[in-house]
């Protein structure tokens, strides 16, 4: 995402409410859905996002021809980091009643987050047109366009956004944005300029403005306005991280340690905090506390060869020797003609007292040195230049890194609570004979087939189970429990495919079958098809499995 520009987020005002009540037991026939509708929101309103999906699941259930209650059951959802759920019924929404532009906004959202943003753009636009004075709608438009490359269209739109309202700072910051993309700094300057002359005290536009003048090497200039951008936002990562960069070209190395200091406690998986940490705490001497930084890089990402390049020369400083000839190799086997690495791993060998070792990577440099007719590289001197983080030069692996990778912009703070749990990935248990007796079965030998097969299932015999509950299946072929229990018997057994066939004809056979939802979710997520499952335990949470949403916000793929 783009760096610096925050995403407006609607807030939607909830009426007063009357209602109290919390009893959810009413058949459908009897419930009185206004009434229900305000309970609803009321559990919305009080973060208790899963709770409201209840209520608004009873009054869809009643009057299906209301679009209120699936816009709010999307916003519940959206809360819930469950985009894909939301999505659906913003869509259902806007079938019934296609003039409410809240749901296209909230629609527009979920798809940002699913990364569907030219459809998240054609939201906006009608929004727009729906709302013209929805400030919100149009800034989000913007940044729509400019995750497209649609440049041209984005700064179009932009134009009418300062023309609408000139005071807001955002509009003008876009405008830098987009004259950044186009590669005219001039242009970006003097539209960050106006940002600021609009609100000298917009953070996205200070911290834009630190970035072009680190881009001229006015390192003073940058960390003046850096440190104005922190005093009024102490918890920003990013311009920690910033500070730290404009105050190690000035040579401030304890200064730009506390700034990664404060950025890592404030995000304790920053890579260019842990990466650049590393670097100075080595040129202070800090060799094992170096160390630390890059083992945690490299647990987080193992295919660092940079860091792993740093991590061999600390241990090859701090005498850890067997340590330095791991990393070595591990470097040579992803770069067989690093001659360095090879040179670097004989002196390692040679402190263990491996002479047959060392004197095999002194015959190998030889060799390469005569075939190619080039010595290896000298070791890199520590200077005080950057490089981007996705450059892999090992002759530059002493060099700390800037940030070139987009920042996650559509971000929004998500209040509720059951979402943040951690959960693990388990399949839900076999249905009990007290369930699938409220299911309308054909025989009695698929009953007995059923029961034995349960059986088998609470002492672990897979294979038992799934002949036997197969029996059940030939004699009641719309028995969907049983479909769903040998499904737990076939993923126990590792059948796969044959265990999401099971749970489809589940589905099939009870369109709402929680349980079958949330198993093939998980089964899915197992076999790394996390983007497949989220649908399925959307609907599984929509049905009262809120451990679905956990599930979600910790497998949703990234943007």
Not at 246 to 272: E, K, S
Request: proline letters at 4%; a negative charge; charged letters at 25%.
């Amino acid at each position: 995402m783009k760096r610096g520009l925050a995403l407006l987020i609607i807030f939607i005002l909830l009426p007063s409410l009357q209602g109290r009540g919390w009893g959810v037991g009413l058949l459908y026939a009897q419930i009185n859905t206004e009434r229900m509708m305000d309970i609803g929101r009321n559990a919305l309103y009080f973060d208790d996002y899963a709770l409201s999906i209840q209520y608004f699941n009873q009054v869809i259930a009643a009057k299906p021809y209301l679009h209120e209650p699936y816009f709010y059951r999307a916003l519940a959802k959206f809360y819930l980091e469950d985009y894909t759920g939301a999505e659906r019924d913003c869509s259902q929404a806007i079938r019934i009643n296609p003039y409410y532009p809240n749901t296209y906004e909230v629609r527009g959202l979920s798809r940002i987050n699913l990364n569907k943003f030219a459809e998240a753009a054609a939201d906006y636009a009608v929004a727009t047109e729906v709302q013209p004075q929805n400030k919100a709608a149009w800034h989000n438009w913007v940044l729509c366009n400019i995750e497209l490359d649609s440049l041209q269209r984005a700064d179009s739109i932009a134009s009418v956004l300062i023309h609408k309202w000139p005071r807001h700072a955002d509009g003008y910051a876009m405008k830098s944005q987009i004259r950044l993309a186009q590669q005219d700094t001039v242009s970006a300057e003097a539209w960050v300029d106006s940002a600021l002359i609009a609100d000298r005290y917009h953070v996205p536009s200070l911290s834009m403005k630190s970035s072009l003048l680190m881009h001229r090497q006015q390192w003073t200039d940058a960390d003046t306005l850096l440190t104005e951008a922190i005093r009024l936002q102490p918890r920003n990562v990013q311009n920690h991280v910033q500070r730290a960069l404009a105050r190690y070209h000035q040579t401030n190395l304890r200064g730009a340690m506390a700034d990664y200091d404060f950025a890592i406690d404030l995000d304790p998986t920053n890579f260019v905090g842990h990466y650049n940490r590393g670097l100075l705490r080595a040129q202070v001497g800090e060799d094992n506390a170096a160390i630390e930084d890059f083992d945690f890089i490299l647990r987080i990402d193992p295919d660092d060869v940079m860091a792993l390049y740093n991590r061999a020369e600390l241990l090859m400083e701090t005498g850890d020797y067997r340590g330095a000839i791991r990393d070595y190799t591990a470097l040579i086997k992803i770069y067989p003609n690093f001659l360095q690495g090879y040179q670097r791993r004989a002196q390692a060998r040679r402190q263990i007292g491996d002479i047959r070792g060392a004197q095999r990577d002194e015959e190998h440099i030889i060799r390469e040195q005569v075939a190619h007719r080039y010595g290896y590289a000298s070791k890199a001197s520590r200077t005080a230049t950057t490089r981007k983080k996705s450059e892999v030069n090992l002759d530059e692996y002493q060099k700390l890194v800037v940030d070139d990778e987009e920042e996650k912009q559509y971000e929004s703070e998500y209040r509720g609570k059951i979402q943040n749990r951690d959960t693990e990935l388990r399949l839900l248990p076999p249905l009990s004979v007290p369930d699938y007796q409220l299911v309308i079965v054909p025989s009695d030998t698929a009953r007995a087939a059923f029961t034995q097969g349960l059986e088998h299932l609470l002492v672990e015999e897979y294979e038992p189970a799934i002949a036997v509950l197969t029996v059940a299946i030939d004699h009641a072929p719309n028995f969907a429990e049983a479909y769903y229990n040998r499904a737990y018997a076939l993923m126990k057994t590792r059948k796969i495919q044959a265990a999401i066939d099971d749970l489809t004809d589940a589905i099939r056979l009870r369109p709402r079958f929680s349980q079958a939802f949330f198993n093939r979710g998980i089964i899915l997520i197992q076999n790394g098809r996390s983007a497949d499952a989220i649908p399925d335990l959307s609907m599984a949470g929509e049905l009262g499995i809120y451990e679905a949403y956990s599930i979600i916000k910790h497998n949703t793929p990234k943007k």
